[in-house]
């Protein structure tokens, strides 16, 4: 079973920068998307990127043209770098698998979800 680790979190002043790693274990992610989503305190999870196993990308509209998402399949990680972040980036972010198919905005479709990592910008 697909287990995932995240790291990469921390604190960082607004227009600062992080990068964020989800490594998998025990099995491949090859023919599965990866998403990154995120929950702030008092907030419903929300969706943040997500890349297909063809390299496609989606995006939430608020993070759009900051934050990147790839991955490297030949090391099972896939990873979101995070730009010109701001304080409303606050949240611990997730990372999941989707199979083929699904919403990919829809936390329901995302299957092996990781245990999170805490992102805190500070104004």
């Known amino acids: 079973q697909v287990q995932w680790v995240e790291s990469g979190g921390g604190l960082v002043q607004a227009g600062g920068s992080l990068s964020l790693s989800c490594g998998a274990t025990g099995g491949t992610f090859r023919n599965y998307a990866v998403g990154w989503f995120r929950r702030a305190p008092g907030k419903e999870r929300e969706f943040v990127a997500d890349i297909n196993w063809s390299a496609s990308t989606t995006y939430a509209n608020s993070v759009k043209g900051r934050f990147t998402i790839s991955r490297d399949s030949a090391k099972n990680t896939a990873y979101l770098q995070m730009n010109s972040l701001r304080p409303e980036d606050t949240a611990f972010y997730y990372c999941?698998?989707?199979?083929?198919?699904?919403?990919?905005?829809?936390?329901?479709?995302?299957?092996?979800w990781g245990q999170g990592t805490q992102v805190t910008v500070s104004s």
């Open positions: 999941a698998a989707r199979p083929r198919g699904g919403d990919v905005a829809d936390s329901a479709s995302y299957n092996y």
